[in-house]
């Protein structure tokens, strides 16, 4: 799988550690970008990347992860879910289908960041008569 990861200049250091865990597990990491303090430059580069089917998923992150998954979601067809634990990680994916995950540097460990990193790229969307539902009233909303 390739990924894309993008991530303000604070959280530098974190995409750095992320990017080789995931080429450690066997996937392609791709840099998107660390060096716009706009972080919400960065984010919407990366999902416009996974949207463009350039990269599978994306990863993207800031001092708390809010303002780059806010920023990323504004991308039509970007759907990027904030985790902070694994069961969240796990869930972004095979209930909601989530092709991008935000994560906070100030506020996860590389340790957590790694599991939970590896729990959404591990994990595959499977559609399901209680999630279908719910992700096509997701993508009305979106094309509303």
């Known amino acids: 799988m390739i990924v894309g990861f993008g991530s303000d200049p604070n959280a530098g250091e974190l995409k750095n550690t992320l990017m080789a865990y995931a080429?450690?597990?066997g996937h392609e990491a791709r840099d998107l970008g660390s060096d716009d303090p706009l972080y919400p430059r960065?984010?919407?580069?990366?999902?416009k990347a996974v949207v463009a089917g350039e990269v599978?998923?994306?990863?993207v992150l800031c001092g708390t992860g809010i303002g780059v998954s806010i920023a990323a979601n504004k991308v039509r067809g970007a759907h990027c879910a904030l985790v902070t634990d694994t069961?969240?990680?796990?869930?972004?994916?095979?209930?909601?289908n989530a092709n991008l995950i935000a994560m906070g540097s100030q506020v996860t460990g590389p340790?957590?960041?790694?599991?939970?990193?590896?729990?959404?790229?591990?994990?595959?969307?499977?559609e399901?008569?209680?999630?279908?539902?719910?992700?096509?009233?997701?993508?009305r909303l979106e094309n509303a």
């Open 128 to 139: 399901n008569d209680r999630s279908a539902p719910k992700l096509a009233e997701l993508e």
């Open 56 to 59: 599978d998923r994306g990863v």
């Open 87 to 96: 069961y969240q990680a796990q869930r972004a994916q095979l209930s909601n």
């Open 42 to 47: 960065t984010a919407v580069d990366v999902a």
């Open 111 to 126: 340790e957590l960041a790694k599991l939970l990193l590896a729990e959404y790229l591990g994990t595959a969307y499977v």
């Open 23 to 25: 080429e450690a597990l």
